[in-house]
């Protein structure tokens, strides 16, 4: 079965230092990879996507993520990080059937100290 | 340009009762897309809508309904409420109807069961 997993429920960084989130997912074909933000109060807006091509992919806000297929992951990544970061970040796969059906983690709750 | 917009945004409810939840897409989007968010999970697929069929069915029961008008506006309906139907329910509008395509979520409809 497709499931997307996020083994990082919480992580508090402080602000200026380097981020990354990780994702794993368990798919039977060349996946469809998102990263979504939800800040509270807002509904999720797409960070960046990956569906073919160079395995490196930037985003909006100074992120990037990279598909590496031999680990199943898609990690999320910023160099330096701002307090305006702190939300809630989803990794999600784009199901098999060709509708639009994604399948998200349970998301990593990003703290920033100041 | 307005996103997408749900109404209402929060409400309360009796167990047994009947929930209608409305969501406008984005103009010129042709699918809609419903998901459930429990407190501390990752959206969960309920259904996508595509020029008015349905598209694509999540693993939830019966009581849950939906339908898209001839203005692609949509509509979700539970039956019968659960305590365990409390969440965050999310609208998310696409141009296309493939899973290619970018999601453009609501700021949602908090539903609470009591």
């Known amino acids: 079965a497709q499931s997307v997993t996020q083994p990082d429920i919480h992580i508090t960084v402080s602000e200026g230092a380097s981020l990354e989130l990780r994702c794993n997912y368990s798919y039977g074909a060349t996946p469809y990879l998102f990263w979504y933000v939800q800040s509270p109060g807002q509904g999720l807006q797409l960070l960046l996507k990956?569906?073919?091509?160079?395995?490196l992919v930037q985003g909006i806000k100074g992120f990037e993520a990279e598909f590496k297929r031999s680990q199943s992951s898609f990690n999320l990544r910023k160099p330096s990080v701002h307090w305006s970061d702190a939300a809630e970040y989803f990794c999600?796969?784009?199901?098999?059937?060709?509708?639009?059906?994604?399948?998200f983690g349970a998301g990593t709750r990003l703290a920033v100290h100041p | 340009d307005a996103g997408v917009t749900q109404s209402p945004t929060h409400l309360i409810k009796t167990r047994g009762q009947h929930v209608t939840l409305r969501c406008s897409p984005i103009s010129g989007h042709k699918s809609v897309s419903w998901y459930q968010q429990v407190l501390g999970q990752g959206p969960q697929f309920i259904f996508q809508y595509y020029e008015k069929e349905e598209r694509g069915r999540g693993n939830f029961p019966d009581r849950f309904s939906a339908r898209q008008f001839p203005n692609y506006s949509s509509e979700l309906n539970v039956n019968a409420l659960l305590l365990g139907d409390s969440a965050l329910y999310l609208c998310a509008s696409s141009f296309g109807g493939s899973n290619t395509g970018e999601l453009f979520f609501g700021e949602g409809s908090r539903l609470t069961v009591l």
């Open positions: 999600a796969v784009g199901a098999l059937g060709g509708y639009n059906k994604l399948i």
């Open positions: 990956y569906f073919s091509g160079d395995t």
